[in-house]
């Protein structure tokens, strides 16, 4: 049974940074492309970042220069490292697997097998 399980969200005001985890079992990152979603109110969801089994990454272009997505394969952790948030990046963001599809060069894990229950960040002004 596949587990993924967020930690990390919150509040932080404009500018800030935060570090969302993704805990992992019954899966091993480094045999999974990885990536990270994320959800705002009224809109639908949309892919953040991914990293390829052999580590390589993709980023959306509205997060680029910004965050950066990590695994510890120790741990079988996946990482978000976010910073210079903005209120736009407020969000329900969740943890994504899949051994089957690949992440796209856009940020985006396609065919995604497992989801995480989300972890809230929100930013404020």
């Known amino acids: 049974q596949v587990q993924l399980v967020e930690s990390g969200g919150g509040s932080v005001q404009s500018g800030g940074s935060l570090r969302l985890s993704c805990a992992a079992s019954g899966i091993i990152v480094s045999d999974a492309a990885m990536g990270w979603f994320r959800q705002a109110p009224g809109k639908e969801r949309e892919g953040v970042a991914c990293?390829?089994?052999?580590?390589?990454?993709g980023y959306a272009d509205s997060v680029k220069g910004r965050f950066t997505i990590s695994q510890d394969n120790v741990k079988n952790t996946l990482f978000l490292q976010m910073s210079s948030l903005k209120p736009e990046d407020t969000a329900m963001f969740y943890c994504?697997?899949?051994?089957?599809?690949?992440?796209?060069?856009?940020?985006?894990?396609?065919?995604?097998?497992?989801w995480g229950q989300g972890t809230q960040v929100t930013v404020s002004s």
């Open positions: 990293i390829r089994r052999r580590g390589s990454t």
């Open positions: 994504a697997a899949t051994r089957g599809g690949y992440c796209s060069v856009s940020g985006t894990l396609q065919s995604v097998e497992y």
